[in-house]
């Protein structure tokens, strides 16, 4: 089968790795893709929401499957692009229609959604330019700190957790008037869950599903979870904290309902759903939804999973991933990110990786490079996920760490502290 994988980060350089360790798998294309993907496949210049560009080049390169890593090209509606295609519409698209990322798109949708469920979420309100007031009413019924989200995608950007009142109140004021753009034009006020935040993995047919391996992230620049939020620096699996008794809770009162929710409101959703979710106090709590697999956790989930990739894809876009295998290894896999200097603010791209070729015991895959001749650069704040695996944590953690001290790249930084708080 010939597959075509959406993206250019490291998610993208993971499925295309364990897509190419299936018999099933004939050529690969990526589009974009980086310096690591085309160590694997064709990368394919074509942006991700270039939906014409993907139909010339899914028809003249034979293409059979459509995996999309990231949001943006569905809640664009690349899969809807297909199925409204002739020449495209028997061609499995691996991803939900438009409709079905709204779960991920629209904070309200997904809130809305969870309610009607009776999935255990945070209380919220949602507040627009016509019930500003209702809005302060119910931050007032609420304790310090505030979480205010902005409605639509907004780059990881848009949730704020204030500590007092005065500036929540005015916090929501400005994101009414477009601090966000118009991603904040509704906003979701949230009560304020404490305990500790996992990722849990479901990839459903629509009616059928399998949950994979969970993971924690690790969204701060700083160590000990300090600093600004990033795209990610790092994540392991699977996560200590999440024993057979919690995945079961998380099964029963978030997994079964979101897929026969989805069902029975005419929502047919091939692909990935992401929970964001919270544990308090061994009770789990939904945060977000999203509606793909999340970076960096694929780089650790994909190194954990033992089965065909194709064969459990084909079973989604088939409809009978009933009778699908899902093999997992049971040691722990982790991926540290190796960054630009400045992540997430300014840093610089274009300097030369070297010594990739030492690299023993993991496997590096690349966020932010691109090739220029026989040179890999850096071409984005995260640029490299060293990804090993373990008997326990430690040991695959000092695999990683082994290999990052002989890869170099000017200005390069990670945290050294990760699993700090699983330990
Ligand atoms: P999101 O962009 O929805 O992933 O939210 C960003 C981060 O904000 C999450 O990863 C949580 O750490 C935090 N967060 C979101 N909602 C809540 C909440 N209701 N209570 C506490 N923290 C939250
Ligand atoms: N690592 C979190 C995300 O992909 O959204």
Known sequence: MNILIIGSGGREHAFAWKLRQSSK???????????????????LAIDTTDFEAIKIAVLQNHIEMVIVGPEIPLVAGIHDFFLADELLKEIPVIGPDSYGARLEGSKEFAKEFMLRHNIPTARYFTVHAGNFEEGISFLKTLQAPYVLKADGLAAGKGVLIIDNLPEAIQSLKEMLDGLFGSASSTVVIEEFLSGVECSVFVLTDGTHYKILP??????????GDTGLNTGGMGAISPVPFVTEQFMKKVEERMVLPTVNGLRKEGIAFKGFLFLG?????????????????GDPETEAVMMRIQSDLVDLFEGVAQGNLDEKNLVTDPRTAVTVVV?????????????????????????????GTRLAGEE??????????????GNSMEEALSKSYRNIERISFEKMYFRSDLGFDLK
């Open 277 to 293: 979710l919270m544990n308090c106090q061994g009770e789990p709590y939904l945060i977000e939804y999203n509606v793909r697999m």
């Open 339 to 367: 960054v630009a200097g400045g992540y997430p603010g300014s840093f610089e791209k274009g300097h030369v990786i070297s010594n990739l070729e030492l690299v023993e015991e993991s496997v590096v895959f690349h966020a």
């Open 376 to 389: 890999i650069l850096t071409n984005g704040g995260r640029v490299l996920a060293v990804s090993s695996i």
């Open 214 to 223: 969970e993971a924690k992230d690790y969204k701060r620049i700083g160590e």
């Open 25 to 43: 798998l004939n050529q690969l294309f990526i589009a974009p893709g980086n310096a690591g993907t085309a160590g694997l496949g064709h990368n």
